[in-house]
């Protein structure tokens, strides 16, 4: 079964850092993309950051460009996003995704539960 389990989230004040972790497994991802999005209340989810498991190469929201930097461990199969200058806006629950891509049978895009974010002012 395939899974991801993200942790690290909590409660920081503005200018603070956190870095969370997503735990995958269940297969190998070696042709998937693994992003991060993120959800605050009343708003759409949106896109945060993008990283592909096979060579590191990565994509960035405007908003998150210069704070965020998003890593992986293919040795222990675990996607980081590290935060640096929270702002309150960045408040939301931060979700782990893996996204196929290749269009094959049996490859399917996957959701973690998510991991809280609050920042205070």
């Known amino acids: 079964q395939v899974q991801l389990v993200e942790s690290g989230g909590g409660l920081v004040q503005a200018g603070g850092s956190l870095r969370l972790s997503c735990a995958a497994s269940?297969?190998?991802?070696?042709?998937?993309?693994m992003r991060w999005f993120r959800q605050a209340p009343g708003r759409e989810r949106e896109f945060v950051a993008r990283?592909?498991?096979?060579?590191?190469?990565?994509t960035y929201a405007d908003f998150v460009k210069g704070r965020f930097t998003i890593s992986r461990d293919k040795d222990k199969n675990t996607v980081y996003l590290q935060m640096n200058s929270l702002k309150p806006e960045d408040t939301a629950v931060y979700y782990c995704?893996?996204?196929?891509?290749?269009?094959?049978?049996?490859?399917?895009?996957?959701w973690g539960q998510g991991t809280l974010v609050t920042v205070s002012s």
């Open positions: 995704n893996a996204d196929p891509t290749v269009v094959v049978e049996g490859y399917l895009e996957v």
């Open positions: 269940g297969r190998s991802f070696s042709n998937y993309a």
């Open positions: 990283i592909t498991w096979n060579y590191g190469s990565t």
